[in-house]
């Protein structure tokens, strides 16, 4: 997952560098916060669970409850767009899909954590 974050924001900035465009405000918001936080995290906490290092499963835990936070909160955000006459958008159902995504695999790893005892 960090490497298609990472993949699909730099290809986004390269795109604006050798298209001289400039970017939306929000990608000027979006790409220094995942780039700089979420991707690390996503990275280092893959590479700590491949190797089953306890740092990762604390990762992962944050990363899942951010992905439902996230999710559902980009969910509300463009519904209320849309309630107050804005564009639909394209995204809803990715950010659905994350949000609750994210929720149930939060709730299936706590379960499993409790049966583990950890």
């Known amino acids: ?16 560098l050798v298209g001289g465009t400039t970017p ?34 604390v990762v992962a835990a944050l990363l899942l409850v951010k992905a439902a936070s996230v999710g559902l909160t980009l969910v509300v955000l463009a519904w209320l767009v849309m309630l107050w ?8 159902p990715a950010y659905a899909i994350i949000g609750l995504g994210g929720a149930g695999l939060t709730v299936l790893y706590l379960r499993q954590v409790h049966q583990e005892g950890f």
């Open 85 to 92: 006459g804005g564009p639909a958008d394209p995204m809803l």
């Open 24 to 57: 939306t405000p929000k990608e000027l918001g979006v790409w220094p916060m995942d780039l700089v936080v979420a991707f690390p995290a996503l990275f280092w906490g893959g590479i700590w669970l491949w190797r089953r290092q306890a740092l990762g499963y």
């Open 1 to 16: 997952m960090a490497l298609l974050m990472a993949a699909k924001w730099l290809s986004g900035i390269v795109l604006a």
